[in-house]
């Protein structure tokens, strides 16, 4: 079994955050598949494809600080808390600005609308055939707005992340800590005992005859 001495010693409430990060994230991939059931968009796209990033991002690291420490890397963490920060950061203010654009209501990407509901279709091609979805448009750009606010929360938290870890990655190196399990101590080897050098006989003096 692996030991633990490679993983970094973090506060509790940096655990906390990484739950925190992976029921964000859950929260976000719903509204953002909500929206490109009826509009897809860059924004929105993006948006959907860094929740599932962090993910899977948080089960690796929530999995590795508590019940299987031999895939643990302090670096390979470091590293997808950076990657998750700049897809964060680009995601929620994309979306955001794309958001805020529609403070006029347009009917444009609609099948037909009736009473401030857009009715859309998923195939112009299978107009008979296909079921109509239908959302409210107001809604719908609520449900980005939250979205993109979530998206922003989650920047925050992983900032806070990679602070803290790279605070103590620091110590941990300091201290002679390395990134992955330490290997099992091999058995000394005994060396083999010189031999003693054989003793020389004694020799008796004959006797004269």
Avoid at 61 to 81: F, Q, S
Wanted: include cysteine; proline fraction near 5%.
């Amino acid at each position: 079994m692996a030991g633990r001495d490679h993983l970094l010693v973090l506060p509790p409430f940096v655990l906390a955050f990484r739950i925190l990060q992976l029921v964000t994230a859950v929260v976000i991939l719903g509204l953002s598949a909500y929206g490109v059931t009826f509009l897809s968009f860059d924004g929105d796209d993006l948006t959907l494809f860094t929740a599932l990033a962090t993910m899977i991002i948080t089960v690796y690291i929530i999995v590795a600080e508590t019940a299987a420490p031999i895939i643990y890397n302090y670096w390979a963490i470091l590293g997808l808390d950076i990657f998750a920060i700049v897809f964060w950061i680009i995601s929620f203010s994309l979306l955001a600005s794309e958001v805020a654009a529609y403070q006029i209501v347009t009917y444009t990407e609609c099948s037909y609308s009736y009473a401030g509901v857009c009715y859309y279709k998923r195939s112009r091609a299978l107009e008979h055939l296909a079921k109509r979805d239908t959302t409210n448009v107001y809604t719908y750009r609520n449900a980005m707005a939250a979205a993109s606010g979530l998206g922003g929360l989650e920047f925050i938290l992983f900032v806070v992340t990679l602070v803290m870890t790279g605070i103590w990655l620091h110590r941990h190196r300091l201290a002679g800590g390395h990134c992955t399990p330490a290997r099992a101590a091999a058995a000394p080897q005994t060396e083999p005992k010189p031999e003693a050098p054989a003793q020389p006989q004694g020799e008796y003096p004959v006797a004269p005859a």
